[in-house]
């Protein structure tokens, strides 16, 4: 009997929507928080002093970097997610994927159409992202036009099976929006590597949604993992070695944006463009050592750089 | 100076283009057949008989499956690719991408429409594949319609782009077909694996153009790696625990295919369907201990099978 | 309910004695045939003939290196081994560990002394292997020797640590043979490939052993799987392009070992130390093709080869 | 023309000695820091705003954990070593090894005694480590009854092969301070990853003594890249989300270390023994937060924390 027993039953087999035509199911999960700790205990033999508490351990693991334990909890999801999205997920090598094959089965007609509130304006600051939502014209422009070239599509692509064009050959035109589905297994360090990149503000938002919902089925199978993993990756903050310099730097006391100029590092007194100076104002805010000017544009660093 | 250096020196920076507007070129290698056998003799050190010359021992490596010398060599290509072809390429894990992003990046109109000799019909006897060409007119059609769903898909996108539409969903309803770009560095023994696999008469017509090219380059550049690997796997045929005892009860001599079913194994004896007993008839045929008969369809069995 | 819950219950847990002083005990498993055979089916949707049956699919996936589905199920050991075992064993990359750490702990006591009958004399043809029993007096020197070093070593060792000397440094002169405790997780298709590599005779004796209890786990957890595993690799023979070339050139009907001299391709007619020449004709007896003549030193060619 | 040229040229061949009988030497090198950033901007093609300069973009890739660009780079070395190091080196798995086969080879008498200043006594607060050296006496006791038990193993060993014990059976006694040897090649990614954890304080003194060479080659191969591996990872510090949450509580100005107890979290509030608490208060006064107080022992915490 693990102590997760119950969050398996809860999570098992059962299928969550995603997107508009998407699905994630948790279809089986090997481990728990103990078997975790105690696959990391066969370090300690004879010899050491004392038995660690669970919570105490898994939190020094994930802290230290020793995350061969967490390797030894693995998931095994079902998927069916845009083929755009897809395309994102297998570059996580450390998985097993086995996907439908568009060379041997015919694909039906579904495909991804973002909601109106998910299209966005591209970023002007962040070169890679959205960002607000567009305006409502523009947005079912988009939406029209995308289906409109997405359904042409697939009548192209019936219209040539029905012509017998073989499989592999037919589906050259289909949108990439199209609905693909797999089988993923993964461990839970691994997986988690993975929630650290695909949970981020960076990461595309479809991306996000899937990684969301795995977020919180790992939350309840490894409490005590997950904890831990907020508190050290997902919430936590890497200085750099200048950060750390500046911060040595700075007075002492809450210091107004506006002042923090003259306490600058040399390299970035006259850089005012300088993404790691950026970047570093938006952490020293977050830690309550510089007060925000919002005349400044400064916190307009990513926000995944302020971690 | 390695023995290769005239081979490196012809190949790599040399684009080659590969289907309607893809290319492939090689960047860099480490290694060669040399380097490989002499990382292979840290083995051997004191103690063993005689230094083998390196034919004998990268052919004897390659057939005892001690591949890990073959590791020791390192390939990185530039690849320009229809999606599709890539969702095939970046399932080898083993190797190391970078991609163009269509979050960052504007993709230029360039989709991939298959020649019309390319143009094939489904299969009836391979799921996966496409079999002889298909009519000329049937193929013009395809070709055609394939053509417009494609660039109506791109001016959507451009459309989008225009309207400021952010990058990464703008380009949802772009092609399968549509072009991408990578680097892409893979060693030696995983390079092998993935050509055994996708030079395959059963891998897609389009990634072996790929892999054939990649092929061709592995065997100017090491040369005696590259006959092992053809003697050894691409040609060579793999008889299961069934087709031993079933050769071992075989009369001797050449017998006609008619007169085989007398001395099939039971398992075999009345499943004419059965795949392993018509791959088993492939490659006695192969071997030259059965004689084809034309009238029966046994060798239609696929042939990467008959390895 | 997976049909091999009765193998899981009866396997799970239980510690199984190995060597002077090892263990080996499953810990845990996901998955099942059935479940291979589901993740396999994802491929096949719509549009695919029929529903195969999950014996001839799994046989099929094996066969034709669609390995992937094979991943989707995972065993995790507890192994308790000589160092020079897990020295093997490490190198099997696809796979998670969790070693007892000697920096950390205290080891006990504990260090393998081969059984008299394992004590075998260096091999003449096989560099790497034993072969027959050494006599008794020579393996009973052996065994009080190695025993007496190991045991000193051991003094020492503890001598070191009271004298307050560290961990890591203290456990310089250890024996190789002494005995190091693991976790050990990993998926099926690479659990294969280190029993097809492990089990084999070319494989030290040691390590056999625990890859051959862990073989007839599998046999019970994945009875389908683990009968392809035989017939298309254990039990498998690999005919090279050559090998097929010289089969081709036999008479037809078996001959006897002293007249297939006549019939030898080219490159090994004159060369009597061949390895590939000496590995054919190993296999060709083993086809029933050739009549073994004994005596006649060619079917000295390792047993592994002859696959 | 790569920019390192000079340096590979300068590097490629020459063997460092380590330890006593250990040696490193780098034998080849693909990549450079323009490579990387090269294969990193083919993420960026048309429509992105400007080219980024080489260092502002390499700092930015490791910086947000875009790390397969590294991945494209890759160094290849010789090492001679401990059987007890290799042990540690070889548990990074994104490698690849070719080691010395004590099945084939016979190992010459080469064994690790550490030098007297290396002789440590086993660490009190860190249980995986030494703290400062031993006394005269007992550092030259561990040396010579290190030496003796070596020298025995290496005499059972010699005698076994003498007696025609076959080497793998032969060398069970020999100890872990035995030399093997290596080629080892990684990417340069994985390789800052093995940096990281084996330049660490924590690290075996043994293998920071290799880690520390290869650091210095890496740093004049790529000296970019080193240069942000040392700010973003070498130097650079973690705050958890309680390190900052405890940030922003403190009062501002560098407080004394005994006044801190005011301004602890809750949870850290009467837990002195807690290590997430310690470790706290040697980062803030890394940061210049807290002024340390020489009476107080909670800077003792481990330094590969206070990252
Ligand atoms: C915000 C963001 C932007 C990105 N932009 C781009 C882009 O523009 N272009 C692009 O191509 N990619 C881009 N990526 C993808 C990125 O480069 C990685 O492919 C992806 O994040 C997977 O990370 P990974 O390689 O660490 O994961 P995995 O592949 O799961 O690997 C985990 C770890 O295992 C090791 N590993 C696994 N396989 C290998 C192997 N074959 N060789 C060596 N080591 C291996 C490495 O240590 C690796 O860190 C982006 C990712 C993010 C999050
Ligand atoms: C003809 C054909 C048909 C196919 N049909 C389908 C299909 O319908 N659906 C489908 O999804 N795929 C299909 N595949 C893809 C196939 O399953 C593999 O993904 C692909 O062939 C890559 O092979 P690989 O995994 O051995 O290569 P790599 O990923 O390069 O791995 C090489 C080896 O490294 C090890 N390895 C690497 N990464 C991992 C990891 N994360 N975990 C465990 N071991 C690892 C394994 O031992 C593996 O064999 C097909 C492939 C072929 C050739
Ligand atoms: C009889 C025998 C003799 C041997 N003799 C020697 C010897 O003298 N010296 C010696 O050093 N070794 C020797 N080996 C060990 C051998 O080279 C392999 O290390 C071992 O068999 C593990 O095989 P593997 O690499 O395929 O397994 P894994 O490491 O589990 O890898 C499985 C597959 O995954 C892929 N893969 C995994 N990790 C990586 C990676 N980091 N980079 C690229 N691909 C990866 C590869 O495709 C690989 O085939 C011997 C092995 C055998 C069986
Ligand atoms: C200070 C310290 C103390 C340690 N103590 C112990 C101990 O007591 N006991 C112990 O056993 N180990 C211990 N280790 C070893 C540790 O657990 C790792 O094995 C080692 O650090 C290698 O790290 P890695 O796995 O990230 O590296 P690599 O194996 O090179 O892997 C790099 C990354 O690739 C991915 N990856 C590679 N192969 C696989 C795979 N097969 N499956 C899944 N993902 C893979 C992972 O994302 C991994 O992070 C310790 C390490 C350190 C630094």
Redesign the pocket.
């Known amino acids: 009997m693990a102590s997760n027993d119950a969050a398996k039953e809860e999570l098992k087999g059962k299928s969550v929507p995603v997107l508009d035509h998407g699905q994630i199911a948790l279809l089986d999960v090997m481990g728990s928080d103990e078997e975790i700790a105690e696959a990391a205990r066969v ?1 300690y033999r004879k010899g050491t002093k004392q038995v660690n508490d669970d919570r105490g351990l898994i939190r020094r693991l994930l802290r ?5 334990p967490f ?1 030894m909890a693995e998931l095994k999801f079902y998927m069916k997610l845009p083929i755009f999205v897809e395309r994102q997920c297998i570059r996580h090598r ?1 998985a097993s994927t086995n996907e439908v094959s568009a060379r041997y089965s015919v694909l039906p007609e579904e495909y991804y159409i973002p909601e109106a509130s998910a299209v966005c304006v591209q970023s002007k600051t962040n070169k890679q992202g959205r960002e607000e939502e567009i305006d409502a014209t523009s947005a079912a422009i988009y939406r029209q036009s995308t289906n409109d070239a997405s359904h042409r599509a697939f009548e192209v692509y019936n219209s040539n099976l029905r012509n017998d064009v073989s499989r592999e050959i037919a589906r050259i035109p289909l949108p990439l929006g199209t609905y693909t589905e797999k089988y993923w297994k993964i ?1 839970l ?2 997986l988690m ?1 993975f929630l650290g990149l695909r949970m981020d503000a960076h990461a595309q938002w479809e991306i996000r949604q899937y990684a969301n919902i795995m977020g919180s089925m790992v939350a309840k199978l490894f409490p005590i993992t997950w904890q831990a993993f907020e508190d050290f990756r997902l919430n936590a903050m890497s200085l750099s070695a200048l950060d750390i310099k500046q911060i040595n730097r700075l007075p002492g006391g809450k210091i107004a944006q506006v002042d923090l100029e003259k306490y600058l590092l040399s390299e970035w007194c006259n850089a005012p463009k300088n993404s790691e100076r950026a970047e570093f104002i938006v952490k020293a805010i977050r830690l309550g050592l510089v007060e925000p000017s919002h005349a400044l544009p400064a916190h307009e660093a990513h926000t995944s750089t302020s971690k």
């Open positions: 370090s230290h970097r020793h995350t061969t390797e450390m461990d360090h691994n590597h």
